[in-house]
């Protein structure tokens, strides 16, 4: 078995070892944060310890913060929990915001992968909407603008909901600076665990529940909260908060990883290359061979990537997100996504050259043939 090289950390992201010790500690301990007894408290205690530590993340208040099932669920709840108002969903948004509605109206992206700002602007003019926009792209790591985009939003009457989920523990997030209403965020892609992640709701803002019951979490979520989920969530913040500087060491090896692959195949394709982008995040195109191909013979040499988007289902299809740059068909079915996190040393991206020129060698040896 050759050595495992993880590349795939935009997929999920390994849980902290402190993390997951405080989950076990607190799987161990009994008490529901809702009853008043002492085991009670002392759930309740915990649980808005890590609510501060969510909120200090992203510069928000404790109060704001929805504690939710992941960043499907808050995307879910802050689109659909506003109800009655024109959405408009940019182009290059996960799934679980542009599929929020058959109604959502996309915003076009550029080519180099980000928001078309005049676009929406145009959009905004047909009257009072909540704009949808990520802050950072989960195939390209594209960075967006989202305060410039907040800023046209309120100037309409807007609102703008923010998918955090990628950029929170890879870059600074702070939701006063972007000037979202709403910001979802998920434990699993900052070392916390899967199943887990948060709404931020801005004060005044009019959000219904989608699910009632035990009036959980101020009303606006019920039902008895994943303590030792949250748990580890809210040290998962705390410590990428602490760590955030590992993301320039992470720089370095992608960036290695973009010139040794670039000098391997120079007309293979980087996208969103002339954009800011996340420090830990590199989609590449092999001409004419297909991603599936490309996980396949990565996955055999060791080395751990994901074709553009994957499924639930496993099957992988063509990226949305290159679509929405006007990428040719080919080319989009050709990308993959290779992204590194705080434990990828050179030695993962010496594996993830060797296997991916080898295939290139070989496929282009056998085409010339
Ligand atoms: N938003 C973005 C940008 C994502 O990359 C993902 C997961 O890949 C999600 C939302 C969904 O988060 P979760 O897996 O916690 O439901």
């Given at each position: 078995m050759p050595r495992a090289a993880y590349l795939d950390w935009n997929a999920t992201a390994p849980v902290r070892p402190e993390v997951a010790a405080a989950m076990a500690e607190a799987l161990a301990r009994c008490g529901?944060?809702?009853?008043?007894?002492r085991f009670g408290r002392a759930a309740r205690q915990a649980l808005e310890a890590a609510r501060a530590e969510v909120a200090a993340l992203i510069g928000?208040?404790?109060?704001e913060i929805v504690f939710t099932s992941g960043g499907t669920e808050a995307n879910q709840l802050a689109l659909r929990g506003l109800k009655g108002r024109r959405l408009l969903v940019s182009a290059l948004e996960h799934d679980s915001v542009r599929q929020v509605a058959p109604e959502a109206e996309p915003i076009p992206a550029t080519p180099t992968g980000v928001v078309d700002l005049a676009a929406l602007e145009r959009m905004l003019a047909g009257g009072a909407a909540v704009v949808s926009l990520m802050l950072?792209?989960?195939?390209?790591g594209a960075i967006q603008p989202v305060a410039d985009a907040a800023r046209l939003a309120h100037a309409h009457g807007a609102l703008l909901h923010c998918d955090a989920v990628q950029a929170a523990g890879k870059i600074p997030v702070a939701i006063g600076a972007l000037g979202a209403d709403l910001l979802s965020l998920s434990a699993h892609k900052l070392g916390g665990p899967q199943g887990v992640g948060a709404l931020a709701v801005r004060d005044a803002v009019p959000l219904a529940a989608r699910q009632t019951g035990g009036g959980q979490e101020r009303g606006r979520r019920a039902g008895t909260e994943n303590l030792p989920g949250i748990v580890g969530f809210g040290l998962a913040c705390r410590i990428a908060a602490e760590r955030l500087e590992e993301g320039a060491g992470v720089e370095r090896l992608r960036d290695l990883a973009e010139r040794r692959l670039a000098a391997l195949a120079p007309e293979a394709p980087i996208y969103a290359r002339e954009v800011p982008r996340l420090p830990n995040t590199l989609s590449i195109g092999m001409p004419n061979v297909p991603a599936s191909t490309q996980v396949m013979a990565l996955d055999l040499a060791g080395v751990m990537v994901s074709a553009g988007a994957a499924c639930s289902s496993g099957k992988l299809r063509r990226s949305a997100v290159l679509d929405a740059m006007g990428v040719p068909p080919e080319a989009a079915e050709s990308a993959i996504r290779i992204s590194l996190g705080w434990?990828?040393?050179e030695a993962d991206i010496d594996q993830l050259v060797d296997a991916w020129g080898a295939l290139y060698v070989r496929l282009r040896a056998r085409s010339a043939a």
């Open positions: 529901n944060p809702s009853s008043v007894h928000a208040a404790p109060g950072a792209n989960n195939e390209t434990s990828t040393v």
